[in-house]
């Protein structure tokens, strides 16, 4: 049986070990392998908080059970660390190569992301009382000068609207004479005509009476429907529309990361054009690789665009993720198609 056994002694407390032991977003800064092939199953087989945690690794070659157990020391605490082959054996190089791998990462990666989370722990500038402002030593308060100028500015202003109201009044009195109407005004003069027009005005009437008279014993010609008055009133069938769903499918998982599937199916009646499938992320991770779609990524929401999909049809496409290490079940926060949600996968 293959094992590799390593530990380290770390000045830093258990519990914070065991963050940066447990946490995916922590996990994500310092635990690569480079150079040997991805985890794609883990499964977290124990768990002892805070003092020991166990995993299987797993891929189509290999499978290797991963322990971490945690004793505190005067200085902080040690750290060790047993890989064991379940399934499958490395050779001497592979696992001399592996042990070496090992060693830079507790060595040099893991005491630098333990250093980094120490420092974010420490309140360097502590924590001031909102409800006390700051004094400023040597400034006195500021001295409000007197205007000497307003009193004569406020008379030069009720003056000025004297004088306008004066100025209204003698307006307003000269319109009222200039559109009183006199003896020789023209509009008093229009008297006569308006009374001339009304002793014509019966005359006027039986005249439109008749005409009325003759319009009514006249035959009103039956109106000829138009061919667009037909169009208008005839039942129009609805326009064929496409209808897009979605499933999301976790395919496979590593330490780092997964690859997840998206299927599309069009279930309407038209061709659906310029579709769009949105995805959330954890903080921290990224989309690295996509095959059957463009893609677009913006802080934690990835944009993925592709081809039609005829009625009826369906179209898939999968993409890579990585920096997500949470030991649980990986794939994206959400998951939405034309801003509707995805479904999850038949199992």
């Given amino acids: 049986m293959s094992e590799i056994r390593l530990d380290v002694d770390l000045e830093h407390p258990p519990e914070r070990v065991w963050r940066a ?112 402002e700051p004094a400023v030593a040597g400034v006195d308060e500021p001295t409000v000068l007197a205007p000497t100028v307003a009193p004569r500015r406020r008379s030069g202003r009720r003056t000025l609207v004297a004088v306008l109201a004066v100025l209204a009044v003698a307006t307003g009195a000269t319109l009222i004479l200039l559109v009183r109407p006199g003896k020789d005004d023209p509009i008093a003069s229009t008297t006569p005509a308006a009374e001339e027009s009304s002793t014509t005005a019966p005359a006027a009437t039986a005249s439109a009476g008749a005409g009325r008279a003759e319009a009514a014993s006249a035959p009103s010609p039956t109106p000829t429907p138009s061919p667009t008055s037909r169009a208008e009133s005839a039942t129009t069938r609805p326009a064929p529309q496409a209808k897009l769903g979605a499933q999301y499918e976790t395919v496979s998982t590593r330490i780092l990361g997964y690859r997840g599937e998206v299927t599309l199916k069009n279930t309407g009646d038209a061709t659906a054009q310029g579709w769009q499938v949105t995805i959330t992320l954890r903080e ?21 665009t592709g081809s039609n999909v005829r009625a009826g049809a369906s179209l898939a496409f999968e993409f890579e993720v990585a920096g997500d290490a949470r030991l649980g079940a990986k794939g994206p926060d959400s998951c939405q198609v034309d801003n509707a949600p995805c479904g999850a996968a038949a199992g």
């Fill in 21 to 132: 032991l447990t946490e995916d977003r922590l996990l994500a800064q310092w635990l690569d392998l480079p150079g040997f092939d991805p985890v794609s199953e883990l499964e977290v087989t124990g768990l002892e908080e805070p003092r020991r945690v166990a995993m299987l690794w797993g891929n189509d070659d290999l499978h290797t059970r991963l322990t971490w157990e945690l004793s505190e020391t005067s200085n902080g605490c040690q750290l060790l660390l047993r890989q064991t082959c379940v399934y499958g054996e490395w050779d001497d190089e592979q696992r001399e190569t592996l042990r070496d791998v090992w060693e830079s990462v507790l060595d040099e990666r893991l005491p630098a992301a333990l250093d980094w989370l120490a420092f974010g722990e420490v309140d360097l500038l502590g924590d001031p009382d909102p409800d006390t």
């Fill in 284 to 304: 921290g991770a990224t989309v690295t690789d996509a095959t059957g779609a463009s893609f677009k990524q913006e802080g934690t929401t990835v944009t993925f």
